[in-house]
């Protein structure tokens, strides 16, 4: 119980830490500007900025669902691709693989969390024009338990596929091997779309 206690205190002061560097540098950066080091400010609107993507990081890890039941998960990874300017992030990545082995088979499901993807444009327009979908027969539009659309691309001949699901500027793309339709739908059921949107 100490043990969880002393561990919980370090990972709250990290939190508190990052908050009091953001705010920091933003101070720093105003004073900066006062006196008219315009280049030292944007260093130090730099510096809070990228502060804050390690935390939304961070806080994107969260929204990674646990294994289900008779599967196994691997640690969550990711990466901050940084800022494009003009206060957008870009590319805040979080994923998890998730696995499970069947005598000889492995099958394996891989979730990504993309901020800011680059991608929403495209996939926008096959979501909003289901027409294109006629370009790509392995593709199509279908439901989630939410009733939100979102694409599926699956290829029965060696069982892999990928839903990809859009939350506003974002991209959730589920990607499977050795899987069937079903799996795919189930971890995609699994992932707080609302949730994501609503605090990233």
């Given at each position: 119980m100490k043990v969880i206690t002393f561990l919980t205190m370090i990972i709250l002061v990290s939190l508190f830490a990052d908050k009091a560097e953001v705010i920091e540098n933003i101070k720093a950066a105003q004073?900066?500007?006062?006196r008219g080091d315009l280049k030292e400010a944007k260093s130090d609107l730099q510096m809070a900025l990228s502060a804050i993507e390690q935390?939304?990081?961070e806080k994107l890890k969260e929204y990674l669902p646990k294994?289900?039941?008779?599967?196994?998960?691997?640690?969550?990874?990711?990466?901050?691709?940084?800022?494009?300017?003009?206060?957008?992030?870009?590319?805040?990545?979080?994923?998890?693989?998730?696995?499970?082995?069947?005598g000889e088979t492995y099958r394996s499901?891989?979730?990504?969390l993309v901020l800011n993807s680059?991608?929403?444009?495209?996939?926008?327009?096959?979501?909003?024009?289901?027409?294109?979908?006629?370009?790509?027969?392995?593709?199509?539009?279908?439901?989630?338990?939410?009733?939100?659309k979102v694409l599926m691309k699956y290829n029965a001949d060696d069982m892999s596929?990928?839903?990809?699901?859009?939350?506003?500027?974002?991209?959730i793309t589920i990607n499977g091997s050795m899987v069937d339709e079903d799996?795919?739908?189930?971890?995609?059921?699994?992932?707080?779309?609302?949730?994501?949107?609503?605090?990233l």
């Open positions: 004073k900066n500007v006062e935390m939304q990081f294994a289900p039941v008779g599967w196994n998960e691997e640690k969550a990874t990711g990466s901050n691709m940084g800022s494009l300017g003009l206060g957008m992030m870009a590319g805040t990545t979080a994923s998890k693989n998730y696995y499970k082995e069947e499901v891989n979730i990504d680059p991608l929403v444009g495209t996939l926008k327009m096959f979501l909003n024009n289901p027409a294109m979908l006629s370009m790509d027969p392995e593709q199509k539009l279908i439901r989630l338990s939410d009733g939100r596929g990928e839903i990809s699901i859009i939350a506003d500027t974002s991209v799996t795919l739908k189930m971890f995609a059921n699994m992932i707080k779309v609302d949730e994501i949107l609503n605090n």
